[in-house]
């Protein structure tokens, strides 16, 4: 039997949401969907995702201070986060890998970029 990698997609886009899910919808992966950031920390506890694709600007919260309550969670600070955002200045990047972030990717991303990245991610375990 394969286990399945579940990743976990926090963006308000529907469209990442679509180009994720069918970039991503192979045996190995089992997608978690949330549109906004309201409860995702309880969700995260709840799923135990493999992987977190995090949005920097959601409608409710932001995705900045997810990455830091994840990362200071004893229960999910090992969950590997993929930090996704318009926001592309090298700046913005630095900090995102300084609050917790495995890796930073700007938007657009080819979705076969971002499977390689996943598959990456998820086999480090």
């Not at 976990?8 to 089992?30: G, K, M, Q």
Request: a negative charge; charged letters at 35%; one cysteine or more.
């Amino acid at each position: 039997m394969v286990v399945k990698k579940k990743i976990f997609i926090v963006d308000d886009d529907v469209i990442i949401h679509e180009t994720f899910n069918a970039a991503l919808s192979s045996e190995e992966f089992e997608i978690i969907h949330a549109y906004d950031g309201q409860d995702v920390i309880e969700r995260i506890e709840n799923e135990r995702p493999d992987l977190i694709i995090l949005d920097i600007m959601l409608p409710i919260g932001d995705g900045r201070d997810i990455c830091r309550d994840i990362r200071e969670n004893p229960k999910t600070k090992n969950i590997k986060i993929l930090m996704l955002s318009a926001k592309s200045k090298h700046h913005e990047r630095i900090q995102g890998l300084e609050i917790g972030a495995d890796d930073y990717v700007t938007k657009p991303i080819n979705p076969l970029l971002l499977v390689n990245k996943i598959r990456r991610m998820c086999i480090k375990d």
